[in-house]
């Protein structure tokens, strides 16, 4: 199947700066990648859908100048939090989905985020 | 919009069958689909069902859906110590996103 690969898996940063994660889609060009938060022990909470070309369309609760996302190429979407706050810790997935016949979707490894 | 409900809990005797219970909303979705979680890792698909199919099996992993009630399963043969993650299940929406089930952690005891 299609890989997607997420950088950094994991990452530690202080309070007050900002943290750019990478979402790839390595053997498949991705219009749209999607971006999920996962609290512990629960399920994924969709925060943002990336598009090629143009804005990201954010869920409602999710503030935009918080979480920058950029999709700069069919195989790049970034995600940055900036100035991040402890409540910011977290596990952050992005997927992206080949939009033929099945319309899979692929996730990339995760990043844990720690803010301290 | 979607709302997928699972059960959150499951314990099982490796070799036994365990069986994952899942409930969606969206009568339109085209595919329903199974993912693997491991502690710390993102999603792995396991396994898919196209809408108008009643069953799907994939070597041990068998897929019941059942439209008229929106009800789907996932049941595991032979569980090994290996299958031990959280199962989520996901519908995709007309709107091109999917919606997860809130997770089943699967426990397999040896």
């Known amino acids: 199947g299609a890989v997607v690969s997420q950088h950094p898996s994991r990452v530690i940063c202080k309070s007050g700066t900002s943290v750019k994660i990478e979402c790839r889609s390595l053997?498949?060009?991705?219009?749209?990648m999607f971006w999920y938060r996962q609290f512990p022990k629960q399920s994924l909470m969709l925060m943002a859908t990336?598009?090629?070309?143009?804005?990201?369309?954010?869920e409602q609760g999710v503030e935009k100048d918080k979480f920058l996302i950029n999709h700069a190429s069919l195989t790049l979407s970034t995600l940055t939090v900036t100035s991040a706050h402890p409540e910011d810790s977290s596990f952050y997935i992005c997927?992206?989905?080949?939009?033929?016949?099945?319309?899979?979707?692929?996730f990339g490894q995760g990043t844990r985020l720690t803010v301290v | 919009g979607e709302d997928v409900e699972q059960s959150l809990f499951l314990s099982v005797r490796e070799g036994d069958s365990s069986v994952i219970n899942c409930t969606y909303t969206?009568?339109?979705?085209?595919?329903l689909y199974w993912y693997k979680q491991e502690p710390g890792a993102g999603l792995q698909l396991l396994t898919y069902?196209?809408?108008?199919?009643d069953m799907k099996q994939d070597q041990r992993l068998t897929v019941l859906l059942n439209k008229k009630d929106k009800h789907l399963s996932l049941r595991i043969a032979d569980t090994q110590t290996g299958d031990s993650a959280i199962y989520f299940c996901?519908?995709?929406?007309?709107?091109?996103?999917?919606?997860f089930g809130k997770g089943n952690q699967v426990v397999v005891i040896p």
């Open positions: 997927s992206a989905r080949v939009i033929q016949g099945l319309a899979e979707a692929f």
């Open positions: 053997d498949f060009q991705a219009t749209t």
């Open positions: 990336s598009n090629e070309g143009s804005k990201a369309t954010y």
């Open positions: 969206d009568s339109s979705s085209t595919y």
């Open positions: 069902i196209f809408s108008n199919m």
């Open positions: 996901a519908e995709a929406g007309g709107n091109n996103r999917l919606a």
